[in-house]
């Protein structure tokens, strides 16, 4: 294999590497070998992006922002419990679940750093009601999705959290004139269906792994980054993923299992079935759908959020959580369906629409689709 800025650079172009704010010797006590040239930074990738024409520059400055915004949620969660942000907020939000305090922080930073970044235009997250305009002042054209916490049941006893984004341009069927005259409820009106897109429209998708590791696609392969404290970069450590064809790991939420039909219970039993290596699959699960796509991404296997007795699209969101991860699953060449259509080709008719989703490995999707026949 190439080495691993020479290969990213023939999907980004890029080369440069990065010069170390230390000195060799203080790297050389950390264990660094530094070498110049052997490091790529999530800023270099974007920028050199950008210069070979994948990416504009309003996109490199929006995907600049999200990193900011998931640097700063890393440090509220490393001190959670020092700063008192442990805990519910007590309110509900649009789905009807009770809000953690950094659900509601993290959706602040989340926004704060977008409209900051003067290139978003329109600004939709799973912690708000509808989707929100940016002041003219400083809007762009980009269109931001955003679950700000992703798992955060998991906040209060320190297990895996994430945040997801997906990046659209504007809908050119959405863009309708909005003069002096418009009233609230008509610019409402647009900001949903523009951002209302199916996610074959997007441009970028990602997750941010708390602690920390930063995954991306621009339509071009996925590439992980991940956070480096001793100057706060991102560092390119994960090359052109590919998501293995086949895999072992099997990750369901098995207390829905009675709730669930009998054609998916009878895949589920054939997974716990000793296969041709005298083992089953192992089942594993964690609660947070960034660290089961972020574990399979690598190792390979099947994730499901199956609908069920008492929620007939399951959980997830289409918009927050399903479209970017199966933007980037198709992009490492795996699969992720409803189990009747690919879930990309699904064109949201609210902006909390949930779905069910199969997604992971291509054999272990076309194997679930066989029993769900």
């Known amino acids: 294999m190439a080495h691993l800025c020479t290969a990213a650079a023939s ?36 920028c050199q992006a950008e210069q070979a024409g994948h990416i504009d520059a309003e996109l490199t400055i929006v995907l600049s922002s999200i990193s900011l ?29 009770d809000q953690k305090k950094l659900d509601v922080v993290s959706n602040e930073v989340f926004c704060s750093c977008l409209r900051s970044s003067g290139r978003t235009g329109i600004i939709a997250s799973e912690e708000e009601d509808v989707p929100v305009a940016v002041e003219e002042t ?34 050119e069927q959405c863009l309708v004139d909005l003069d002096d005259d418009t009233t609230l409820d008509q610019a409402r009106e647009k900001c949903v269906v523009s951002v209302c897109q199916p996610g074959s429209n997007l441009l970028a998708a990602g997750y941010c792994l708390y602690s920390m590791v930063f995954t991306l696609s621009i339509g071009r392969g996925v590439y992980a980054f991940t956070l480096d404290p001793a100057y706060g970069e991102f560092v390119l450590t994960h090359e052109d993923i590919k998501i293995p064809k086949t895999g072992r790991i099997y990750s369901f939420n098995e207390g829905n299992y009675d709730l669930w039909d ?20 192992s089942g594993r699960y964690i609660g947070c759908l960034v660290g089961e796509i972020h574990r399979m991404l690598l190792v390979g296997g099947i994730y499901g959020n ?42 949201p008719e609210q902006v909390h629409q949930r779905t069910p989703i199969y997604i992971g490995s291509p054999d272990e999707v076309d194997k679930l689709l066989q029993y769900l026949a």
């Open 138 to 171: 400083y809007s762009g054209n980009y269109i931001v999705v955003f679950d700000p916490v992703d798992g955060s049941a998991n906040i209060d006893i320190s297990l895996t959290t994430g945040s997801i984004f997906g990046i659209y341009g504007p809908d």
């Open 306 to 347: 199956p609908q069920n007795k008492n929620s007939k699209n399951g959980n997830l969101r289409l918009l927050y959580e399903c479209a970017p991860m199966s933007y980037l699953v198709e992009q490492a060449g795996g699969k992720a369906t409803d189990s009747k259509k690919r879930i990309l080709d699904i064109k």
């Open 11 to 46: 999907q980004f172009h890029f080369s440069n590497a990065f010069k170390s704010p230390l000195p060799q010797h203080v790297l050389l006590q950390q264990g660094w070998r530094w070498e110049r040239g052997r490091h790529c930074t999530f800023s270099s990738v974007t």
């Open 69 to 97: 915004a998931c640097k700063q949620i890393a440090s509220l969660l490393q001190r959670s419990s020092i700063i008192n942000l442990t805990g519910a907020q007590g309110t509900i939000n649009v789905q009807g679940e």
């Open 262 to 281: 009998d054609k998916l219970k009878g895949y589920l039993d054939h997974l716990r079935q000793p296969g041709p290596n005298g083992k089953p699959y």
